[in-house]
């Protein structure tokens, strides 16, 4: 998980700033490339772990930032929500080595493709599904180990 690998990163800084001085920092509004939602036990690892393939491509699956502002960010507005998005993507699309920026989200938040398709109207994206009774056997299996 992203933040496993960030705490085990010797090179990783912790840097503490608010989401204004972020906002005032960062270029102007970078548009992701796609995002994918899905629903839970139905390949969307495989769809992540193939666009991460190409080098240029940066993809995050299922990281914190996004879902803290879209599922947790108790008493906002919905205008809120939205600027607090796009500040989080915003800073997180901060590559000089990436031509591409792809966020796969969990499974959760797919419940509010209408909360970041107003943060980001034009971004193209996917939902991954899969036949109910599959995806109830995948987890009933995964529940016997």
């Known amino acids: 998980m992203f933040k496993d690998l960030v705490a085990r ?3 990783s800084k ?3 700033k608010t989401l204004q001085q972020l906002k005032d920092e960062l270029p102007a509004l970078q548009k992701p490339d796609g995002f994918v939602f899905h629903q839970s036990r139905v390949g969307s690892t495989l769809v992540s772990n193939m666009l991460a393939t190409d080098p240029e491509n940066l ?6 930032p996004p879902a803290m502002a879209a599922l947790h960010c108790t008493g906002c507005t919905r205008a809120k929500q939205v600027e607090l998005l796009q500040i989080i993507v915003n800073a997180m699309a901060n590559s000089k080595r990436h031509k591409r920026l792809f966020f796969k989200f969990q499974s959760v938040q797919s419940t509010l493709i ?8 034009n971004v193209p994206w996917v939902y991954v599904y899969r036949e109910p009774n599959e995806i109830l056997a995948s987890q009933l299996k995964r529940s016997v180990r």
């Open 9 to 11: 990163c010797p090179a």
């Open 14 to 16: 912790r840097i503490s």
């Open 59 to 64: 993809v995050y699956a299922e990281s914190h």
């Open 114 to 121: 209408d909360l970041y398709r107003e943060a980001f109207p």
